[in-house]
């Protein structure tokens, strides 16, 4: 099971722990605090997901604020300060903006390097009730994903002329465009390459956003670079059967225990960004700016 499926769930439990929080003033009607409650990891942790944050390299982290009642969207503030620390050693403070640019879920992302692996805290210095997140830091060798310096991993993705066993082939609505080209046709032609695995029909979280639609909108004013999107699942109606279905090439031959993810690369095929779990224009725009 993805590590997106796995968010979700922890999502589920933190809104039936705090769905009766609210406050009711004299006259019945229902308040929500501007304060956050929650640090809620928008991430894989390591804790009944596998994490992939490594120790060495930096590392992007995403949180989401959540109130009393529920995640904050037109409450969440324009910056959130986020503490790292590990073993009661500070590791280091950002303050991190708001983004929300495209998306419903405004977000906070953290980058930074790990000294060493082992299990580190997030933790919001400015609201010491808000109870620290806990995540777990590995060793590169163990983590199988790609990172930005390694090179693209070639495999056949669908296309509209050849699904190669995925169906449907986009679960967009409409069908992206991004499923004219084959990845190892094109990886090598001296092209820069994005390849976004997300599967915008079967996202099981509002986390993770339109990442899909926000490429389709980026992607004109890029014309020099290959697009790419693969999908998760192989057959997708596998779920109404009460199983879980198989998953694709792109995601087996990445080894993700999570999605979406969006990988860009070069003109020689090295990845030279990364984003995963959520993102929005502001930092799409940026990542594909690397080529």
Same mark, same amino acid.
């Given at each position: 099971?993805?590590?997106?499926?796995?968010?979700?769930?922890?999502?589920?439990?933190?809104?039936?722990?705090?769905?009766?929080?609210?406050?009711?003033?004299?006259?019945?009607?229902?308040?929500?605090?501007?304060?956050?409650?929650?640090?809620?990891?928008?991430?894989?942790?390591?804790?009944?997901?596998?994490?992939?944050?490594?120790?060495?390299? !930096?590392?992007?982290?995403?949180?989401?604020?959540?109130?009393?009642?529920?995640?904050?969207?037109?409450?969440?503030?324009?910056?959130?300060?986020?503490?790292?620390?590990?073993?009661?050693?500070?590791?280091?403070?950002?303050?991190?903006?708001?983004?929300?640019?495209?998306?419903?879920?405004?977000?906070?992302?953290?980058?930074?390097? &790990? &000294?060493?692996?082992?299990?580190?805290?997030?933790?919001?210095?400015?609201?010491?009730?808000?109870? &620290?997140?806990?995540?777990?830091?590995?060793?590169?060798?163990?983590?199988?994903?790609?990172?930005?310096?390694?090179?693209?991993?070639?495999?056949?993705?669908?296309?509209?002329?050849?699904?190669?066993?995925?169906?449907?082939?986009?679960?967009?609505?409409?069908?992206?465009?991004?499923? !004219?080209?084959? +990845?190892?046709?094109? +990886?090598?032609?001296?092209?820069?390459?994005?390849?976004?695995?997300?599967?915008?029909?079967?996202?099981?979280?509002?986390?993770?956003?339109?990442?899909?639609?926000?490429?389709?909108?980026?992607?004109?004013?890029?014309?020099?670079?290959?697009?790419?999107?693969?999908?998760?699942? +192989?057959?997708?109606?596998?779920?109404?059967?009460?199983?879980?279905?198989?998953?694709?090439?792109?995601?087996?031959?990445?080894?993700?225990?999570?999605?979406?993810?969006?990988?860009?690369?070069?003109?020689?095929?090295?990845?030279?960004?990364?984003?995963?779990?959520?993102?929005?224009?502001?930092?799409?725009?940026?990542?594909?700016?690397?080529?």
């Amino acid at each position: 099971m993805l590590g997106t499926l796995g968010l979700g769930t922890m999502g589920t439990g933190l809104l039936a722990a705090c769905g009766n929080s609210s406050n009711e003033t004299a006259d019945g009607e229902t308040t929500r605090s501007s304060a956050p409650s929650f640090l809620y990891p928008a991430f894989p942790v390591g804790f009944g997901s596998e994490s992939v944050t490594v120790a060495g390299i !930096e590392q992007r982290i995403t949180f989401v604020l959540r109130d009393e009642i529920d995640i904050m969207r037109s409450s969440a503030p324009p910056t959130a300060t986020i503490a790292i620390s590990s073993g009661g050693t500070p590791i280091g403070r950002q303050v991190t903006d708001r983004h929300d640019d495209g998306i419903i879920t405004p977000y906070y992302p953290v980058t930074f390097v &790990p &000294p060493q692996p082992g299990q580190y805290e997030a933790s919001m210095p400015d609201f010491p009730d808000v109870d &620290p997140v806990a995540f777990i830091v590995r060793d590169k060798s163990e983590v199988t994903v790609p990172f930005v310096g390694d090179p693209m991993r070639p495999v056949d993705t669908p296309t509209f002329e050849n699904h190669r066993g995925v169906d449907p082939v986009c679960t967009r609505a409409v069908p992206c465009p991004f499923h !004219e080209l084959n +990845l190892t046709d094109v +990886l090598h032609n001296g092209r820069p390459t994005v390849l976004v695995i997300a599967t915008p029909g079967f996202c099981q979280t509002d986390i993770c956003g339109p990442v899909v639609d926000l490429l389709i909108d980026a992607a004109p004013d890029h014309p020099d670079i290959d697009f790419i999107h693969a999908e998760v699942y +192989l057959d997708p109606s596998v779920f109404e059967t009460g199983r879980f279905p198989d998953t694709t090439p792109a995601v087996n031959i990445n080894e993700l225990p999570f999605e979406p993810v969006l990988y860009v690369a070069d003109a020689d095929a090295t990845i030279v960004s990364t984003l995963s779990t959520t993102w929005d224009r502001g930092e799409l725009a940026a990542s594909l700016e690397t080529v």
